[in-house]
């Protein structure tokens, strides 16, 4: 069972989605739980079927203290690097909170420290933490809106389906059609065998 971070001032939990794709923004969350909160279906959002998914946004949307989202697009990603454009994406969550926390807990191991309020990384903490599950739900739910989105204007790639992650699909629509302006440029689009032609 996912715990609540024991402490008396309001924590935020935050975590993003989409780092290792080839397409479109990555995207964070971040949410403050009520302390009383508890949900037995709430989990890492790699470990929740695409239902629930949606169910628990649902419910965070509304019982959470509050909560942000950003994207962070494929412009800035190729210019700062994804590392810290997941970064980037976390803090400008955090800043779209209605209450400024006075702790952070971040999925992973890298984070820069925001306005000075104490953070901590914890590794797979959308797997123990209720406020960092949560916001990886609202991330993984709020990027699969927007790769569902620009599928329209783009279907060949399919990214209705692969949301952008290389897949076999993916690589080999790259190869027969090229790249999109939803592409991220500094990153490898296809492997060295399946090379653009020039």
Known sequence: MLKMFNLTCPVAGTDEAGRGCLAGPVTA????????????????????????????KEIIIREAISYGVAHVYMEEIDEINILNASILAMHRAIEQLGCEPEHIIVDGNKFKPYRNIVHDC?????????????????????????????????????????????????????????????????????????????
Request: proline share 6%; charged share 30%; no cysteine.
């Open 122 to 198: 914890i590794i797979k903490g959308d797997g123990k933490f209720l406020s960092i599950a949560a916001a990886s739900i609202l991330a993984k739910t709020a990027r699969d809106e927007f790769m569902e989105k620009i599928h329209q204007e783009f279907p060949i790639y399919n990214w209705k389906q692969n949301k952008g992650y290389p897949t076999k699909e993916h690589r080999h629509a790259i190869m027969e059609f090229g790249s999109t302006p939803y592409h991220r440029k500094s990153f490898k689009l296809l492997p060295e065998q399946l090379k653009l032609p020039i």
């Open 29 to 56: 969350a971040a949410v403050i739980l009520p302390k009383n909160f508890k949900n037995n279906f709430l989990n890492d959002s790699k470990q929740t079927k695409l239902s629930d998914r949606k169910k628990l």
